[in-house]
Antibody, heavy 121, light 108 residues
Framework: QVQLQESGPGLVKPSETLSLTCTVSGGSISTHYWNWIRQPPGKGLEWLGYISYSGTTNYNPSVKSRVTVSADTSKNQFSLKLTSVAAADTAVYFC???????????????WGQGALVTVSS | SSDLTQDPAVSVALGQTVRITCQGD??????ANWYQQKPGQAPVLVIYGENNRPSGIPDRFSGSSSGNTASLTITGAQAEDEADYYC???????????FGGGTELTVL
């Protein structure tokens, strides 16, 4: 059974960089696509981006200039960095495994429990 | 448009059938998935593609699609089905992920 666990600071100051790591167990990050999704308090889900098993990245245009997703295959971890954060970046951040299917689908089948990150001075 | 549109809230009587819809231009090309999220928990995939259920998902959950609209149907809704439901797909370019705004389901 694949399991994902987010870790990182729960409080980040405005204008600083938010950094989170997702540790994957029960499966290798050398396959599939590894995603970050966030959910502001009381609001819906927003897909931020992914890194593929081959290192390709894709990002949501809404954060593209500020976001980097990277992977460390030796530790079976992938990470999110979001620069120049503001209060609007306060959210629960989820990591999730993605895969393409049937030539036109892309699903997220395993999710971490989520990590609340608050942006405040 | 690259958006996915869902009704904010839907209600259903216990044991009855409810349909939750998701509209978006990208759904003409790309398949939708559905996630259930209960308060304080991570989303759980309940339907992927046209009508595929992951292991462990009850068969009262089903999916369908027509044109630019995907639907999630719960046949015989149970109290434990009360949750937020999100559709998800790819944007029109096929490269980016999209979520609908979510539908809050109340079981009366």
């Amino acid at each position: 059974q694949v399991q994902l666990q987010e870790s990182g600071p729960g409080l980040v100051k405005p204008s600083e960089t938010l950094s989170l790591t997702c540790t994957v167990s029960g499966g290798s990050i050398s396959t599939h696509y590894w995603n970050w999704i966030r959910q502001p308090p009381g609001k819906g889900l927003e897909w931020l981006g992914y890194i593929s098993y081959s290192g390709t990245t894709n990002y949501n245009p809404s954060v593209k200039s500020r976001v980097t997703v990277s992977a460390d295959t030796s530790k079976n971890q992938f990470s999110l960095k979001l620069t120049s954060v503001a209060a609007a970046d306060t959210a629960v951040y989820f990591c999730a495994r993605g895969q393409f299917f049937d030539s036109s689908g892309f699903l997220l089948d395993y999710w971490g429990q989520g990590a609340l990150v608050t942006v405040s001075s | 448009s690259s958006d996915l549109t869902q009704d904010p809230a839907v209600s259903v009587a216990l044991g009855q059938t409810v349909r939750i819809t998701c509209q978006g231009d990208s759904l003409i090309t790309y398949q939708a998935n559905w996630y259930q999220q209960k308060p304080g928990q991570a989303p759980v995939l309940v339907i992927y593609g046209e009508n595929n259920r992951p292991s462990g998902i009850p068969d009262r959950f089903s999916g369908s699609s027509s044109g630019n609209t995907a639907s999630l149907t719960i046949t015989g809704a149970q109290a434990e089905d009360e949750a937020d439901y999100y559709c998800n797909s790819r944007d029109s370019s096929g490269n980016l992920g999209l979520f609908g705004g979510g539908t809050e389901l109340t079981v009366l």
